[in-house]
């Protein structure tokens, strides 16, 4: 026999073993995710039957020895029945249930508010070494270059400063910043800067100081509810323009600046805010009056109404686990009288 012949007879043997190896392979394969879709059904089934712990709904109502109390008269909710948890919101400008998911306020008026204190030196005429400013296109890093690149709107007219006659901070008044743009070409919120820039010249003389705090940024709604945006330190930066040897110092009551005395040069320094969005605020949270599951808590004692009105109280209980939660909302109408 040819040696040609032999070498076809053996090459065509080797490929008939290499096909039955790769059906006996692909077979392994398919047999192998076979069991294993299987063994997903099989899983899913038996935690679809499952019975998971059920969680009741609360059993739970409140009520009041009388609804109508007088302004900052404590007043008693006893309750029956119990709950999980217990949330309550008085109903008052802080705590109403009613916007406990609002994030934003329409139509309202954004104001700001501050106090300042002056020191040291004098000028001629009036005073410019403290200037109140503001800005839509500051961006947020602060820095030198930054802050000079941003164009910042002089609004010291609108605020009343201190005038440095007396040792006690001068409230600003309220200023008016609804005509500041805080919203961009498609009507989304955009941000606003608030500042405080130092820059003070005089050679010859004790520079000025002066001290803020106080501040407040509201939105006052068209039924005269004041919402507050931001308060406290309100993140304040410093920024040093001139002068490296003084810069604002922000403290947890207030902010101080001095120019130092009159061999310091010329001294410029800006204190500028965190982003504020104008439209924004915080939702209503309510106050947590149990906490505990365990504990059995028969009444909530509420410290009162500052202002004569009528409050609608309300109290959320909750049971929950980890796979359910269920819940009874109980509310109750207080009239506050003088």
């Not at 947590?288 to 509420?302: D, E």
Request: aromatic content about 12%; charged content about 20%.
């Amino acid at each position: 026999m040819k040696p040609s012949i032999i070498k076809c007879w053996v090459n065509k043997g080797m490929k008939m073993r290499g096909s039955i190896w790769h059906l006996k392979t692909i077979k392994s394969f398919q047999m192998k995710y076979l069991f294993s879709g299987l063994s997903i059904i099989i899983i899913l089934s038996v935690v679809s039957c499952q019975k998971y712990p059920d969680v009741s709904t609360p059993d739970f109502n409140v009520s009041v020895d009388s609804p109508t109390i007088h302004v900052n008269e404590p007043i008693t909710f006893n309750f029956t029945g119990d709950a999980n948890t217990i949330v309550f919101w008085a109903g008052d400008l802080t705590r109403n249930y009613e916007f406990r998911n609002r994030v934003r306020v329409e139509d309202g008026k954004a104001v700001f508010s501050f106090s300042s204190l002056r020191k040291f030196g004098f000028n001629d005429g009036p005073d410019t070494t403290l200037q109140l400013l503001v800005s839509t296109n500051f961006s947020g890093n602060y820095t030198f270059k930054d802050v000079l690149n941003a164009t910042w709107t002089n609004i010291s007219d609108r605020a009343v400063f201190s005038d440095g006659r007396t040792g006690a901070y001068t409230p600003s008044g309220i200023i008016n910043l609804s005509d500041i743009p805080h919203k961009d070409s498609l009507g989304h919120d955009s941000v606003v800067y608030i500042a405080f820039r130092y820059h003070e010249i005089q050679p010859d003389n004790n520079k000025r100081a002066w001290y803020t705090k106080d501040y407040s940024v509201d939105n006052i709604l068209p039924d005269s509810t004041v919402v507050n945006i931001a308060s406290s330190t309100m993140g304040w930066a410093p920024v040093e323009i001139k002068d490296s040897l003084r810069q604002w110092y922000v403290n947890s009551d207030n902010a101080e600046m001095w120019g130092g005395p009159a061999s310091f040069p010329e001294t410029e320094d800006y204190m500028i805010s965190q982003p504020l969005f104008l439209d924004r605020v915080q939702p209503d949270l309510g106050l947590s009056v149990k906490t505990n599951p365990a504990t059995i808590q028969t009444s909530y004692k509420f410290s009162g109404y500052p202002k004569p009105g009528t409050y609608i109280a309300v109290f959320l209980a909750t049971n929950a686990n980890r796979w359910q939660l269920k819940s009874t909302l109980r509310k109750i109408i207080i009239t506050v009288i003088n």
